[in-house]
């Protein structure tokens, strides 16, 4: 357990000796994924396709065979070899017409595999509902299950794919990047020491006032003019600046497993700490009460239950934590468990000797 929370607590201070990128706590407003969504049908399962005859694979089926001429009535399809599928992907602002998308299919219907099956011609829509894109192709699948009537074999998931490169770009996303006169990075940290230090950080490497910040996560930046409608260089020196973010205090604490994780600036005041572990074992031995064998009683089963109360001993220690590392020190001096942190954190949250917030996930 010692051994545990140091390493966590040197990693640490050894990320802020060293700083962070800006690119890694930070976003350009813009640059972006832009997410495309279609039905489609994949065909060529080997039996492993939608067995209960859906509806909508049936319907999908007869519409699309009569796209190509073919006539023929849906009550007589049968669609063991076609599964319904949800296609998916993720679409950058910067991908332009003819450029290949990765895909992901996955089944909506109740196809167990979509081991060896083609994607057919599939739309992909944005959420204006206009087509960015095209899908087709072989399908990738990365496990596989088989079975009869009683007993069956999987592994991993079989009812979704992907197709790499499989979908093609026909129309790109409206977006004028290299024209912008001002650049808005969108910060993934909620602290105004870390937002000051970036906008002076910025100003610093330019030898101009260019950056401002009109909120706690958000720093705009005046594009300067020689970097006017040629962004790329621009950007590029600008996420590689060293930033070492601050936070508040914080201590979080998963319950379900009993993880704690302690922030760098958590301290306690100087307070005096008991904590012994309370353990009550209830035990039942029921006997069996056997009559004389000339009498005329009867076998009955008689309860009995050992009870055994054990609470251990355990000094008044007192800490007071300047660093994480006396803090730490202190808990540890008291023997505790991660279990028994979590509690001991929380009453020293309620006794106002925690200067820190405590967070349960």
Do not use: C
């Amino acid at each position: 357990m010692k051994k545990l929370f140091f390493l966590i607590i040197l990693s640490f201070q050894v990320a802020l000796a060293w700083g962070v990128r800006l690119k890694d706590i930070a976003q350009v407003s813009g640059v972006r994924t832009n997410q495309l969504v279609g039905y489609g049908l994949v065909v060529g399962l080997s039996g492993t396709g939608d067995k209960s005859n859906p509806e909508f694979t049936i319907q999908s089926m007869a519409n699309m065979l009569e796209n190509l001429g073919i006539r023929i009535d849906k009550n007589k399809l049968k669609v063991k070899n076609v599964a319904a599928v949800m296609v998916t992907v993720n679409m950058p602002v910067s991908a332009k017409p003819g450029s290949k998308l990765d895909v992901t299919v996955s089944s909506i219907g109740d196809a167990s595999s979509l081991l060896g099956g083609v994607l057919l011609q599939t739309p992909l829509r944005g959420i204006d509902g206009k087509v960015y894109a095209i899908a087709q192709g072989s399908l990738v699948v990365g496990g596989f299950s088989a079975g009869g009537q009683a007993a069956g074999v999987a592994k991993n998931i079989s009812t979704v794919a992907r197709i790499p490169g499989g979908a093609i770009v026909e129309r790109s996303i409206p977006f004028n990047f290299a024209v912008q006169d001002e650049v808005k990075l969108e910060l993934s940290t909620m602290d105004f020491s870390t937002t000051n230090q970036i906008v002076n950080k910025i100003n610093q490497a330019f030898a101009s006032k260019i950056a401002y910040a009109p909120d706690i996560s958000t720093v705009k930046i005046k594009v300067p003019l020689k970097y006017k409608h040629n962004l790329v260089p621009f950007l590029a020196a600008l996420e590689n600046l060293e930033i070492r973010p601050d936070s508040p205090a914080k201590v979080l604490v998963d319950e379900k497993t009993g993880t704690v994780v302690l922030g760098e600036h958590v301290t306690i005041s100087p307070v005096a700490i008991a904590h012994g572990n309370l353990q009550i074992v209830v035990q039942e031995q029921p006997q069996v009460s056997q009559p004389n064998p000339l009498s005329q009683g009867q076998t009955a089963v008689v309860p009995r239950t050992n009870v055994a109360v054990r609470e251990e001993k355990k000094k008044l220690v007192m800490l007071k934590g300047a660093t994480v590392q006396e803090l730490v020190k202190g808990l540890n001096a008291l023997g505790a468990t991660p279990r028994d942190l979590i509690s001991i954190l929380r009453a020293l949250k309620a006794a106002g000797a925690l200067h820190a917030e405590l967070q349960v996930i």
